[in-house]
C-alpha cells in the first residue's frame, strides 16, 4: 500500500473520482430529464396542432391548477419552453464533455474527442 502513497492518499484519490463521477452521472440523469419534458412538450404541441376542432380556449395544467388559455398562447409558450428545454440541453453536453475528460484524466486515462 505505500506503493500508492498510504491509505489517506488513495482514499483522497478515491473521493476525488467518486466526486467526478457523480457530476457526470448528475447531469447525464438532468439531461435524460429534460428529454423527457422536451418529448411530452412535442406531444402537446401535436395534440394542439391536430385537434382542429376546438377552435377555443384549452385546459392546462400549471402544477396543481388547471387554466383555461387561447390555443395560439398556448402553443407559444410551448415553444419558448421547448427553446429553453433545447439550449439547457446543449449546455448540460458542452459541459458534460468537460466533466467526463476531467474524469479520465483523475483516473491517470486518456480520453480522445468524442461524445462522452
Do not use: H, W
Not at 439531461?31 to 394542439?48: C, F, S, T
Not at 407559444?76 to 421547448?82: C, K, L, P, S, V
Not at 433545447?86 to 474524469?103: A, T
Request: proline share 3%.
Amino acid at each position: 500500500m505505500e506503493k500508492y502513497g498510504g491509505p489517506e492518499k488513495v482514499l483522497a484519490y478515491l473521493q476525488e473520482v467518486e466526486r467526478k463521477a457523480e457530476d457526470v452521472l448528475g447531469d447525464r440523469r438532468q439531461i435524460v430529464d429534460l428529454d423527457i419534458k422536451r418529448n411530452q412538450n412535442r406531444e402537446a404541441l401535436r395534440a394542439l396542432s391536430t385537434d382542429s376542432f376546438q377552435s377555443g380556449p384549452v385546459t392546462v395544467c400549471f402544477g396543481d391548477m388547471f387554466i383555461n388559455l387561447p390555443k395560439d398562447k398556448t402553443k407559444e409558450m410551448i415553444r419558448r419552453d421547448q427553446e429553453k428545454i433545447d439550449e439547457e440541453i446543449l449546455n448540460l453536453r458542452s459541459q458534460l464533455k468537460v466533466k467526463v475528460n476531467q474524469l479520465y484524466e483523475v483516473q491517470g486515462k486518456y480520453r480522445a474527442g468524442g461524445i462522452p
